[in-house]
């Protein structure tokens, strides 16, 4: 039997500007998207990470909240996408980091987080400067969303400034 993919809820406050309005646009034949899978879609210059989590289809940037890289290089477990660079983890059913990135920083309400290394890595010292100063101030940012609807077989993503 196949099941037949549902778009995820958008978390509360994370809807991309302009993307209530946006036209919807095809991106994926959804076949081409299956559990547990992640592919970038691109429109224009917009990189958006489609990702078929436990929750359903979820299309988000495609670039990790904390300094850009693509998070469909990373890995995804159930709603839970890893970061390919830094380590940091995000829930895409809530857009709110699991795992802060291993540089440390800012969350997006403002609390600090310290330099870490992944369990088996020596700790990688952080000598003082202006380097140091940028990776302490680096804020991870609320993720944004994009609706997404699924029809005769195509994921479609409501995509702003189309």
Do not use: Q
């Not at 037949?4 to 994926?28: C, E, F, K, N, Q």
């Not at 909240?65 to 469909?72: D, E, Q, R």
């Not at 290394?117 to 990688?124: H, I, L, S, V, Y």
């Not at 010292?125 to 699924?150: C, F, I, N, Q, S």
């Amino acid at each position: 039997m196949t099941t037949i993919p549902i778009a995820a809820p958008i978390p509360s406050g994370l809807l991309a500007i302009g993307a209530a309005d946006a036209p919807y646009v095809a991106a994926l034949a959804a076949a081409d998207l299956p559990p547990g899978g992640m592919r970038r879609v691109t429109f224009d210059d917009l990189d958006v990470l489609l990702a078929h989590t436990t929750n359903g289809i979820v299309a988000t940037d495609d670039r990790c909240p904390h300094m850009a890289a693509p998070l469909s290089l990373g890995a995804l477990d159930g709603c839970l996408v890893d970061c390919p660079l830094h380590s940091g983890r995000f829930d895409l059913a809530t857009g709110l980091p699991t795992r802060m990135p291993t540089t440390g920083g800012l969350d997006a309400g403002g609390t600090y987080w310290p330099v870490w290394a992944p369990e088996g890595r020596e700790p990688r010292p952080d000598p003082p400067g202006v380097k140091a100063e940028a990776r302490r101030l680096t804020r991870v940012r609320r993720m944004r969303y994009y609706p997404v609807r699924l029809r005769d077989g195509m994921i479609e993503v409501a995509v702003p400034g189309l």
